[in-house]
């Protein structure tokens, strides 16, 4: 997939603006100041049509407020040298990264470690940004300075039908209690994160874990931010690919999610009696319903994980049946109360026509694995 032809740079933009990242003016600005965006893109072997997309997606213009950290994870050697051959041609700068396989939160924390700009912003190497909505981020963030900025994410199959189709927002900027982002949080790249709230939480990704490390990550940032805020543009497009681990059995990481769960707590600490229902929210969303689908899916009905996956919740979070937005948000919905009852067989004939339905265009998935 291919974001839509290269535009120029508005008018807006074109002029001339100083603030503390220099003057920019058409494509000069001052090389010593720090840039205002650094993009983590982790590379493992992308399909190169994909790769390319990526960094053309980031280079339609030259912009000195971004700067690209492109980190290799150990990716094969015509991927190694793709990479390098498209960072050569980008118009913005890429910083390009090799190192051993460690996985993708290990190339994320290592492009965080060498970010020199005031907000991460994460995209992965076979997904795609919005150059139009990408600029008006740029403004929004010279603009204002929320911890974390939510904006819209837009899925689709790789056949280019729509399961989160674009909203086609106005752009209005709209502070928020960072509790929304709590109980929505999901993907790295759904938001951008102020560098500053790494470097004083001391929190780095959830590394070592295939499923449920994203979340794990957001959400412990996300307890320690100050502020946040969501920015109504359709800046990210996440293609759903086939071949993603998600989609590939692998039944040796169902328990991932409780790791992931584990690392949230871990953080947290003394916060978690201030944020228990956002945090309880989210192990019932991963925990006891994502983990128990992915275990059905992957193992079937009998599966030896969904009693190790209902009894991680018995013990840790045992009156989660009562929490306030499970009970507002979720209870009365099909497929929870398919799931909590233990009706599997039904949910998977649910999940199965709504996934046909889905690859058709006609409706969204119950849940995206």
Not at 41 to 64: E, G
Not at 255 to 280: P, Q, R, S, W
């Amino acid at each position: 997939m291919h974001p839509a032809s290269a535009q120029r740079l508005s008018v807006a933009m074109m002029h001339t603006i100083s603030d503390s990242y220099g003057e920019w003016n058409g494509d000069q600005m001052t090389e010593s100041i720090r840039p205002l965006v650094s993009v983590v893109v982790p590379v493992y072997n992308t399909k190169p049509d994909d790769l390319r997309s990526c960094f053309a997606s980031l280079s339609q213009a030259k912009d000195a407020r971004l700067e690209i950290i492109a980190v290799d994870d150990g990716s094969r050697a015509e991927t190694a040298h793709l990479l390098d051959d498209i960072a050569a041609e980008c118009s913005n700068t890429v910083h390009v990264i090799h190192k051993t396989n460690g996985g993708q939160s290990s190339a994320r924390n290592r492009g965080i470690a060498e970010a020199r700009g005031e907000y991460i912003e994460f995209v992965d190497s076979d997904d795609y940004v919005d150059w139009d909505a990408q600029q008006r981020v740029l403004e929004t963030l010279t603009s204002h300075k929320p911890d974390i900025l939510q904006i819209n994410v837009v899925g689709m199959t790789e056949a280019g039908v729509y399961f989160w189709p674009p909203k086609h927002g106005d752009g209005e900027y709209r502070e928020i209690d960072k509790r929304e982002i709590m109980t929505e949080c999901a993907a790295m790249w759904a938001q951008l994160v102020k560098r500053e709230l790494f470097e004083t939480s001391g929190i780095v990704l959830c590394e070592g874990i295939h499923i449920g490390e994203d979340f794990a990550s957001i959400l412990s940032l996300a307890t320690v931010a100050r502020s946040a805020a969501v920015l109504d543009v359709d800046l990210y497009y996440f293609i759903d690919h086939d071949s993603s681990i998600t989609h590939i059995p692998h039944p040796q990481m169902l328990l991932d999610i409780t790791h992931a769960m584990d690392f949230v707590l871990e953080h947290v600490g003394d916060d978690l009696e201030k944020y228990h229902n956002e945090i309880e929210y989210q192990a019932i969303k991963q925990v006891r319903y994502a983990g128990v689908v992915r275990a059905l899916d992957w193992e079937g009905i009998h599966s030896k994980v969904i009693p190790q996956l209902i009894e991680y919740m018995e013990t840790h979070f045992p009156s989660w049946q009562r929490n306030p937005y499970y009970c507002q948000e979720a209870a009365n919905q099909l497929k929870y109360r398919l799931l909590i009852g233990g009706h599997y067989r039904l949910y998977i004939l649910l999940h199965q026509g709504l996934h046909a339905l889905r690859n058709s265009g006609g409706i969204r998935s119950v849940l995206l694995n």
